[in-house]
């Protein structure tokens, strides 16, 4: 019988294998046998490592059982397919699908015995790789072309960091379904990006952007648009919106169903409120049967946005960019920092800076009226 550190024992057993066993004062008793000395005393140092990082001794057994693919898969079926959003769903699932796909050698781990190397070694080939380029396009029955092909780059830093963020999540589900002891994407360096989209719209610009909604053979183009900037609300819970859910004499409309990727499970209802101009146009609006304020297809509305952007020349303009426009209204408007995370439903202020975007005249304006108090001073 040896004992190679405080807590850990190992002893040879009478058929020639060697027993680790850890106790130490407040854990419960813990032991595995394995073919060499060696093998035990590594093992017994880990878990007690990890007794000492994490202060706890997790039972190890279902982590060491369990490949990272069949996380992954118990992962879609519980987290990924409950998200209320169907374009979060799609874009969530394709992403471990391609995952499970293309990085079949590091799922066939078992999630215990996955290593910090073994995710950056990950993350460091995926900044080297070229995304798929060369999307087919359907002509006739028997008849398909491909599309030019793009000069070759290769994926972009801010695509990384996404799966990377995914990626933690996964793991971060295994510690509390499948008994992971820690999650070694806590310790893997993200890439820098410049991932911030910077977007702002001239008066001339949004003028032209509402002649071409307003042109528009969809007539809840134009409503649609006209809300999103001045309530600030996400596509996917302006088209869910009722008219059971707009209170036009107190000025607010509850948003049901919103985005929620701390907790996907949980349905999250939020109260917004509603400027003149929004009562106004949603006033105008006729009630359709199915009492929906906006009765649209998603893809409907999309399509008729982008005929609409490119008519008003404005074709890097993203549906998703109107709330950087909100969001910059509110802060010229001297909106605290509070009241727009609640308006905007944004859970932090990281998430604000993401669409801040004041413009220069702005801050230049600010700096003029601190001048202008100190000389009243």
Known sequence: MASTAKGLTIAQRPNGSWRAQIRKVGFPYESRDFLTHEQADEWGLHRLGEIQTTGRLVNRRPAERTTLEEVIKKYIDEVTKQRPGLASRIAEETRLKRFLREESWLCGHAI????????????????TENPSRGRVVKIRQCETVKSPKKPKTTIAPGTVIREMTLLKRVLDFAIKKFKLASNPMDDVERPSAVDDREVTLEPAEWNALMDACHDSSNIWLAPAVELAVEIGARRGSLLKLQWVDVNLRQAYVTLRGVKNSRKPSEIRNVQVGLSPRAIEILSSLPQSPDQRVLPVAQDALSSAFKRARSKAGLNHL????????????????????????????????????????????????????????????
Do not use: C
């Open 318 to 377: 993203r549906f998703h960019d109107l709330r950087h426009l909100f969001a910059a209204r509110l802060v010229e408007a001297d909106w605290g920092i509070l009241d727009l995370m609640r308006q905007g439903d944004w859970r932090d202020p990281k998430s604000v800076k993401r669409y801040y975007a004041a413009r220069g005249e702005h801050l230049g304006k600010k700096l003029a009226g601190l001048n202008d108090s100190r000389s009243r001073d």
């Open 112 to 127: 215990a015995y996955l290593t910090t190397e073994h995710f950056e070694t990950w993350r460091d080939r995926r900044l």
